[in-house]
């Protein structure tokens, strides 16, 4: 298993820019794939953006794409969400999620962290 814990969260005007950072402590970190997922009041978590193991292969949703960039760091454990030119509807509890390689499925959670852009 792997503990995954969020940091970075924040209140930031639009336009502005965020780094959200989440450890994972347990099992080995480069044995997962990992995800960054956000969500809000009354809506479906949506996925945000996915980075491979190895780092080679990332994903992102097309609300995000060309503002956020996801990346990871083996040897700290860690995989980061940088997010430029913030608009208020990026506001949302964002949530970092890990999968064993080969699964399709994300199946460890963090516990969150609030993200708001004011306009």
């Known amino acids: 298993q792997v503990q995954l814990v969020e940091s970075g969260g924040g209140l930031v005007q639009a336009g502005g820019s965020l780094r959200l950072s989440c450890a994972a402590s347990?099992?080995?970190?480069?044995?997962?794939?990992m995800g960054w997922f956000r969500q809000t009041p009354g809506k479906e978590r949506e996925f945000v953006a996915g980075?491979?193991?190895?780092?080679?292969?990332?994903t992102y949703a097309g609300s995000v794409k060309g503002r956020f960039t996801i990346s990871r760091d083996n040897a700290l454990n860690t995989v980061y969400l940088q997010m430029y030119s913030l608009k208020p509807e990026d506001t949302a509890v964002y949530y970092c999620?890990?999968?064993?390689?080969?699964?399709?499925?994300?199946?460890?959670w963090g516990q969150g962290t609030q993200v708001t852009v004011s306009s």
């Open positions: 980075i491979s193991w190895s780092g080679g292969s990332k």
């Open positions: 347990g099992r080995t970190f480069s044995s997962y794939d």
């Open positions: 999620a890990a999968r064993e390689r080969g699964e399709s499925g994300y199946d460890y």
